[in-house]
């Protein structure tokens, strides 16, 4: 078992900046891909980027490029997401995901793929 923690969530407004937090437990962090998803209210989760093992390969949904990027440090089992430029339709519940995969530079896309969820993180971006 895997246990994930996020953190760092908030309100800001529009064009402010969070650093989300991931803590894990239970498991060797390194051995685990990791991604973030969002909910917002009446919508489906959704990919917000991804990372793999070594931290060194990482993809982003076209809508957060630019503007956000995950990072991960193995020595501290945390995965972080930093959000710059943040928008109003960035609202959401934020998520932090793990999955086993045995390649180094894997990195999963699919939220269905992953095996162990955190709780969320409430994120509200005001106008």
């Known amino acids: 078992q895997v246990q994930l923690v996020e953190s760092g969530g908030g309100l800001v407004q529009a064009g402010g900046s969070l650093r989300l937090s991931c803590a894990a437990s239970?498991?060797?962090?390194?051995?685990?891909?990791m991604g973030w998803f969002r909910q917002a209210p009446g919508k489906e989760r959704e990919f917000v980027a991804a990372i793999s093992r070594s931290g060194t390969s990482t993809l982003y949904a076209g809508s957060v490029k630019g503007r956000f990027t995950i990072s991960r440090d193995n020595a501290k089992n945390t995965v972080y997401l930093q959000m710059n430029s943040l928008k109003p339709e960035d609202t959401a519940v934020y998520y932090c995901?793990?999955?086993?995969?045995?390649?180094?530079?894997?990195?999963?896309?699919?939220?269905?793929?992953?095996?162990?969820w955190g709780q969320g993180t409430q994120v509200t971006v005001s106008s």
């Open positions: 239970g498991r060797t962090f390194s051995n685990y891909a």
């Open positions: 995901a793990a999955v086993r995969v045995t390649g180094w530079n894997t990195f999963v896309t699919s939220s269905g793929t992953y095996d162990y």
